[in-house]
């Protein structure tokens, strides 16, 4: 190993072999971004680093945000790591979890903090990220709503896949107009496939075949929240919520106080409130995935809606199945993210993260008929969804409602999806709306 040296690594030329077949298929991007054509690999002498670290320390890393499968460096794969590693452990009830609401009766005015300084508001959602959709919705049925976000309220760079039907429901819901559709859509393909190795596979039309840009969809949605008069308190971490009869205090990590007749809690599959409900207890399945979205692609005109091209496998001392999909990026005609994952029931033999990713830089280039050299790899992705037996979730508290990947709503095989909870929009924001009117 050199120490402090830097590695320049040319990329050689694509050679692979596509598995897809050569049906009429139909790409097509909205934005290019100009080739890189080298990968700058640091080498250390301390530790022999992993596959996985070289790779992703090699990557300048920029624009890390709040949401899930928003942070792409090595240190933020180390403590998704840590935080699964906690879950996997023998006990069937973590820590006890941090009480974030509280319930009391009688009226708000009663409360200490109702001396203090108050924003009034109707609804506060919590998290930014989906939380944005339903404030929005919910604004402009002429709702007062603020958001609370730890974060910058920005969307990640890794598109979200989805198809047009869904995308459609925000159109709907009044949260896009049909304009923003094409704005917000980096790239469209079809045909997509459904398969398993030796078993057979189907092609479909139109499922998950849009790539849509998170950072231009949430900022186009930002700011039709702001000109509605809505007030996103970013950087403000929630710290208690206090439920009285008439209304929630909520209190901010910063100091601010406010007041809400209904607390949207969108902080997602960790959100503290979520936890206090579950009181700690260990998920009964978590999917953990791993992926890449690389460039050197050059059969990338189709998509893998579902495939496995393996039985079971394993991995360290536990036995999983390895799941793939694929999808064109928008980022340019060579660029293509790809995911594997897999379920498994936490317990601390399964297997990490970086154990997966370390499978993958292995696995992908077969699966996908390409070789490592010839690709660049653009960002590493990663996460981990937990689901429960008793979903979606219901109501704990007065005045409390789930919402996105807080609420367990989503699809039993992804756990989680910008995508499905479009598909609950319109009766999410209608029924809510209506409490008001
Ligand atoms: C690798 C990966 C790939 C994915 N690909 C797709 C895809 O192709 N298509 C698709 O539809 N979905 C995809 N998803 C799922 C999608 O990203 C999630 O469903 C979506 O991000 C959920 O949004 P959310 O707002 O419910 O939760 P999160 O994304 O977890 O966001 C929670 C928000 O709450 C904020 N927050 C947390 N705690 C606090 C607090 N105490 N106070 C204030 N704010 C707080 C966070 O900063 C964050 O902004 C993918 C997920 C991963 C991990």
Known sequence: MLSGTTM?????????????????????RNRQTALRGTIYMSAQTQAVPSRTQRIMESISVSG????????????????????????CSTQTVQQAPQQVVSSFPGVSSRSVLAEKQVDKCDVVVCGGTLGIFIATALIAKGLKVCIVERNILKGREQEWNISRKELMELVEAGILDED???????????????????????WVEDILNLGVSPVKLIEIVKKRFVSFGGVIFEGCSVSSINIYDDAAILQLAE????????????????????????????PDGVCLVVGSCARGFKENSTSDVIYSS??????????????????????????????????????????KLEELLEDYWDLMPKYQGVSMDSLEILRVIYGIFPTYRDSPLPAAFNRVLQFGDASGIQ???????????????????????????
């Open 8 to 28: 320049m690594v040319s990329l050689r030329p694509f050679n692979g072999v596509s598995p897809y077949p050569s049906k009429h298929p139909l790409v097509h």
């Open 64 to 87: 890390e945000v709040g949401g899930a499968g928003g942070a792409y460096s090595y240190n933020a794969l180390k403590r998704l790591d840590g935080i699964w590693s906690s879950i």
């Open 180 to 202: 923003d559709i094409e704005e917000v859509t980096a790239v469209s393909f079809n045909p997509n496939r459904c398969g398993f190795e030796n078993k057979g596979e189907i």
């Open 255 to 282: 100091g601010n106080i406010l007041s809400s007749r209904l607390i949207i809690d969108a902080m997602g599959n960790f959100s503290p409130v979520v936890k206090q409900i579950r009181g700690g207890r260990k």
């Open 310 to 351: 393996s039985s079971v496998k394993k991995v360290g001392n536990a036995e999983v199945q390895y799941f793939w999909e694929a999808f064109p990026a928008g980022s340019g005609p060579l660029d293509r993210t790809t995911y594997m994952f897999t379920y498994v029931n936490p317990q601390p033999t399964s297997p």
């Open 411 to 437: 699809s039993p095989v992804s756990f989680g999806g910008f995508g499905s909870l479009t598909r609950h929009l319109g009766r999410l924001s209608n029924g809510q709306g209506n409490m008001y009117f």
